[in-house]
């Protein structure tokens, strides 16, 4: 899945760079929005803009984790 | 007349432990804020007369250096904060030679009205007329608090400090819109009546992932305003429905005319297009090939350091826009397209071949055309389209980065496309109209 996100969002992002450990900081905020809607188009998972946290966007993998937990909410 | 400066030091004496500024943690009373001004500017006191660049920030120093360099008689030049490095010096070293007419107070950079960054001379008098305008066509009162949420060096959010300073209101300054949480915690400001402004991508943000939130602030939100570029209809509707009490302004403004017209849609009517009646201060003209031009005293003083540039666009106390318009049986303002080649990105004016210019610098890029596309978020956005040699394939990044190192951020396009070959005129040109037809 982690594959997955990179090529989505460095396809609609290529100025951000994913391997960042400050990722959260490179980001504007129609970076934020793209990120929020293309995850919940791709995924079918609700994501809120309160989401997009700090922490939940340190990372590439914290993101992946958000998704991770979205589609486990959505399971249950 | 009184300056800004003049309200600063009244309200320091009228309200002096009343919030003038709040930034995250850090609160700022007037009595504070209006000493700081005043021990600051005592480091500009050899610029008076002088043009004073520095780069903006959402911050309290912001606005103590910006009042700081009025009070020294300087003109203040706030700059986008990541402005690059060589951009910064070059607009350094040409200030130098300019002349700047008596009662300038900033000189604000925009793409504007003739699709090449200039700056904007704004006088004091301006600001005055700017903050009244705002005052008497939206409410802005003494117990408001505004949230800022947008760029300081950029009309759409400095016009409200002028406002919010004459009357001994309250500022909330916050970093953008990307960390909603913090919109949400400024909101949370224990006030009767909160405001603020959004370029239409903050509307999409706010509408598409976190309505329910924003409608649970419906009582206390006493009116926002729009502007930048046209909301689309959906998103009016949808606020309308979210905050049923709360004024919903779209705005014509720019800043070479200034703050002109407002509307509240959230009227009953939701009018697509209209941008409501002149404010007490301006006065629209739509000439007979339907051209908006603006009266009044909101409108800039010129462009620094380029008297024909100027004429081209103020002549006759009149301001000439590239925009289309007519005016209804109740003298409100509707805005049709622009007739250039401007293309508006979520509030910002970009000028095409300033991008491709820049898109050629990069080894590869055989030819280019930057256009405007549909986009999700902003509702348009820039699309670069590159020809790259036999056999190459496009790096988005390589080229998004490069151009990141040339140009402001919001001139940096979102799109690429690698094409065979770019359309053009008879005699070679560009030709844009025919991408215009395509997108449209």
């Not at chain 2, 004459?166 to 990307?178: F, P, S």
């Not at chain 2, 405001?195 to 006493?222: C, G, H, M």
């Not at chain 2, 081209?312 to 318009?325: E, H, K, P, S």
């Amino acid at each position: 899945m982690k594959e997955e996100i990179r090529t989505l969002l460095e396809d609609l992002l290529p100025l951000v760079d994913f391997d960042s450990d400050f990722l959260f900081s490179e980001l504007n905020s129609l970076d934020v929005t793209t990120i929020l809607m293309s995850l919940s188009d791709k995924y079918g998972i609700k994501l809120e803009a309160t989401d997009a946290t700090p922490k939940n966007l340190k990372t590439l993998d914290s993101i992946v984790a958000l998704v991770e937990r979205k589609l486990q909410e959505k399971q249950a | 007349m009184m300056t800004l400066e003049d309200y600063l030091a009244q309200d320091a004496r009228l309200y002096p432990d009343k919030a003038a500024a709040i930034c995250g943690a850090e609160t700022c009373s007037y009595r504070e804020l209006y000493e700081r001004v005043k021990v600051r500017a005592a480091d500009f006191s050899d610029r008076r007369g002088q043009v004073v660049l520095f780069r903006a920030s959402q911050t309290i120093d912001f606005l103590v250096d910006y009042f700081a360099i009025h009070m020294a008689g300087a003109v203040a030049a706030p700059l986008e904060r990541d402005t690059p490095v060589d951009v910064y010096e070059k607009l350094s070293q040409k200030l130098t030679s300019c002349t700047i007419p008596e009662g300038i107070a900033d000189v604000l950079y925009t793409t504007g009205t003739t699709g090449h960054s200039k700056g904007v001379m704004i006088s004091h008098r301006t600001i005055i007329a700017d903050a009244e305008n705002l005052i008497q066509g939206q409410g802005f009162s003494h117990e408001l608090v505004f949230i800022i949420n947008g760029p300081l060096n950029h009309i759409g959010s400095l016009s409200k400090v002028f406002p919010v300073i004459i009357l001994g209101a309250t500022l909330n300054i916050i970093e953008g819109m990307k960390d909603i949480n913090r919109f949400f915690e400024a909101l949370d400001y224990p006030a009767q009546k909160m405001a603020t402004f959004f370029v239409p991508a903050n509307v999409r943000i706010l509408t598409q992932f976190s309505a329910d939130k924003l409608a649970s602030y419906a009582e206390k939100i006493d009116f926002i305003e729009c502007g930048g570029a046209p909301l689309p209809h959906s998103d009016m509707l949808e606020l309308c429905r979210l905050l049923p009490k709360t004024r919903l302004y779209n705005t014509y403004a720019s800043t070479e005319t200034g703050i002109i017209s407002t509307y509240n849609y959230n009227d009953g009517r939701c009018l697509v297009g209209c941008l409501g009646k002149p404010m007490p201060h301006s006065r629209i003209i739509i000439s007979p090939e339907g051209h908006i031009s603006c009266q009044g005293d909101t409108l800039m003083s010129g462009y620094i350091g380029e008297p024909e540039l100027t004429a081209t666009v103020l002549r006759n106390d009149t301001v000439y826009m590239a925009d289309l318009g007519s005016i209804d049986d109740e003298g409100m303002l509707h805005i049709g397209g622009r007739q250039d080649d401007v293309i508006n990105v979520g509030g910002y004016k970009v000028a095409p071949t300033e991008v491709e210019d820049a898109a050629l610098l990069l080894s590869g890029v055989k030819d280019c055309i930057c256009i405007s596309a549909q986009h999700p978020i902003t509702g348009n956005a820039l699309k670069l389209l590159v020809v790259m040699p036999d056999g190459e394939q496009l790096n988005k990044r390589k080229l998004a980065l490069h151009l990141r190192e040339r140009l402001e951020f919001y001139k940096v396009p979102m799109l690429y496309e690698q094409v065979e070959a770019i359309e053009r005129t008879y005699n070679g040109k560009l030709n844009r109209k025919y991408y215009r037809e395509q997108t449209d």
